[in-house]
């Protein structure tokens, strides 16, 4: 699966939004982008994910650039409750896939 | 949605015991279920990869002999640290993936974890 690379950290206001950048580079054709955060002291959530289109759900909306090496992650209107750390995976999409967790970026969202 | 249990959510143990972790998929089939570690401050890391019916795959450099998992049905595996010592301790977290006809992309759902604690 590919590498990818994210800010240790981020900062935000609240109901501002806040954009989570991602690179990776080495991605292949059938990788998909996927996005999980932890908040602390939890098991991760899934956020979303995506293969070359833009996607949006009712959490976030994910931006992929046209080459597909690199990506964001945008909450539109970020809470406190967003505080977390947000990780970027990527890897094909399959049943039963493991995950491989980077470092992840930090969102520490201020009032 | 789909929800995944651990029980115990924390467990204080002495050094030499050993402690079951339990992962539990409560309204879903799981054919396979994995296993992280995440000590303070760090990321998750993998230690292995639970099929029902089958043994498990460890990540490289994780003891299969001080990891036990059993995924004995589709709706439970089980983390054992066998003889556990001080330096075991962290927060285990399960996560499981759904027996579905259809692909599902967020196939992956994670428990809550559980904190070990070993004196």
């Known amino acids: 699966d590919a590498k990818t690379t994210q800010p240790t950290s981020m900062d935000c206001a609240e109901g501002r939004a806040a954009n989570l950048p991602c690179n990776h580079s080495?991605?292949?054709?059938?990788?998909?982008v996927y996005w999980y955060r932890q908040i602390h002291s939890q098991g991760p959530q899934y956020i979303i994910h995506?293969?070359?289109n833009n996607e949006t759900n009712e959490m976030a909306s994910l931006i992929i650039t046209e080459d597909r090496k690199s990506s964001t992650l945008i909450l539109p209107h970020a809470t406190l409750r967003d505080t977390a750390v947000y990780y970027c995976i990527v890897r094909v999409a399959s049943n039963t896939g493991k995950l491989i967790f980077g470092q992840g970026t930090t969102l520490q969202v201020k009032p | 949605g789909a929800v995944v249990s651990q029980h115990p959510s924390r467990v204080i143990c002495k050094s030499g015991t050993s402690v079951k972790i339990e992962c539990r998929s409560l309204d879903f089939q799981a054919t396979t279920m994995f296993w992280y570690r995440q000590f303070p401050k760090q990321s998750l890391m993998l230690m292995a990869t639970?099929?029902?019916?089958?043994?498990?795959?460890?990540e490289q450099g994780v003891e299969k002999d001080k990891f036990l998992i059993n995924h004995a049905s589709l709706t439970l595996s089980t983390l054992t640290v066998t003889s556990a010592h001080p330096e075991d301790s962290s927060f285990y977290i399960c996560s499981a993936s759904p027996l579905v006809a259809v692909r599902v992309y967020n196939e992956q759902f994670f428990g809550p974890g559980t904190r070990l604690t070993v004196l």
């Open positions: 639970s099929n029902e019916g089958s043994k498990a795959t460890y």
């Open positions: 995506g293969l070359k």
């Open positions: 080495t991605i292949s054709g059938n990788e998909y």
